[in-house]
């Protein structure tokens, strides 16, 4: 008998990873189409589909830490401006104008203020955890804003050049370079997120947001864990302020805004949290739809994004892509019963 459960046991192992595989599959070809299908539709407009590419990296970076570990936070833009800035200042003040070491400069600021951002943070829990997060982002914007000589300000940085990509690949005024390399920093974040989520460490993370007792009774750290996943959520962040700084060449004050960490989070709602697919979903569908509705009624386009979460908010509360997976689960399950 306990041959046949081992077996049985390591049956369903293959095929949850076969699963897990497939899943993996299905999203990196999604975003290969979604992304070729950009570059035919909107040929004129690259520039909007390489910020989005920003974008999605920091509502993915948020999703780590509020989806996946339950902690509140409305400063993520504070890891998001730090890669954006860290970038450019190495091009227009150090003269490293490579595009990769520029990336890495990136990385490496974002998880740098992502470390101080969770020693803050993770000493309270609930409100006072996100009034700390908005400090932080309000201290991160305003130390950009009086750090002029090297910031550039309230009139931004400048003066940020771009050697060729590979020493190949010009950075040109159509934007082809940089959204190309936008979508393989996706690709290749998405992969190496996926592998984390499904990792023990990601789900010693899950763990912590259904129960942190529980989970320090088992002898974990939960203080540790979410340290560890804040400062991976930096990276990711920086990433994304890296490619936002190479693909415009500016870097402006609202990189660190109040406002940029309150538009991931409404993304991360309106996708769905806890959820890397939910993310990136929930990232597209709300800029194009606010790209769209600012250009066919500038003066009423607010109101139309604002009934738009409203809607999603009241009939899909786990966001359009969680709602969907779970109405799909549903009926797969209903229709195993009745074959049974």
């Known amino acids: 008998m306990s041959g046949d459960s081992s077996v049985s046991n390591t049956n369903s192992m293959t095929r949850l990873r076969s699963n897990f595989i497939r899943r993996d599959l299905i999203g990196i070809a999604a975003i290969i189409i979604t992304a070729l299908a950009g570059y035919l539709l909107f040929p004129d407009n690259l520039a ?25 936070t409305l400063g993520q833009a504070a890891l998001f401006g730090s890669g954006a800035y860290a970038a450019g200042i190495l091009s227009a003040h150090y003269g490293i104008t490579d595009p990769l070491l520029m990336t890495l400069g990136g990385i490496v600021a974002g998880v740098v203020a992502g470390l101080v951002c969770a020693i803050v943070m993770l000493r309270a829990h609930g409100l006072p955890q996100l009034v700390l997060s908005i400090a932080l982002v309000y ?29 190949v690949f010009e950075f040109d005024l159509f934007g082809h370079t940089a959204y190309f390399f936008g979508v393989a920093l996706l690709l290749i974040v998405f992969v190496l997120l996926r592998i984390l989520v499904r990792s023990p460490f990601g789900m010693l993370c899950r763990g912590i947001k259904e ?6 009774a088992l002898g974990a750290s939960p203080h540790k864990a979410l340290v560890k996943m804040y400062v991976i959520s930096g990276a990711v962040a920086g990433t994304g302020g890296a490619l936002s700084a190479i693909s415009t060449q500016v870097v402006a ?34 800029m194009l739809f606010e790209d769209f509705v600012s250009a066919a009624n500038p003066f009423h386009w607010l109101t139309m994004v604002g ?34």
């Open 253 to 286: 004050l609202d990189s660190l805004s109040f406002t940029q960490s309150a538009e991931a989070l409404v993304m991360l709602v309106l996708g769905g949290t806890g959820s890397l697919f939910g993310a990136l979903v929930g990232t597209l569908i709300f």
């Open 48 to 72: 909007l589909l390489t910020r989005l590419l920003a974008i999605a990296l920091l509502v993915l970076s948020l999703d780590l830490v509020t989806g996946y570990c339950g902690v509140a």
């Open 211 to 216: 129960d942190p007792v529980r989970v320090r």
């Open 307 to 340: 009934a738009l979460l409203i809607a999603v908010v009241l009939f899909a509360p786990k966001g359009l892509y969680g709602t969907a997976e779970a109405f799909l689960a549903g009926r797969k399950k209903h229709d195993g019963e009745t074959r049974a």
């Open 139 to 167: 201290l991160f914007h305003e130390f950009a804003n009086k750090a002029s000589s090297w910031t550039g300000g309230s009139d931004g940085l400048s003066g940020i050049m771009l050697d060729p990509l590979f020493g």
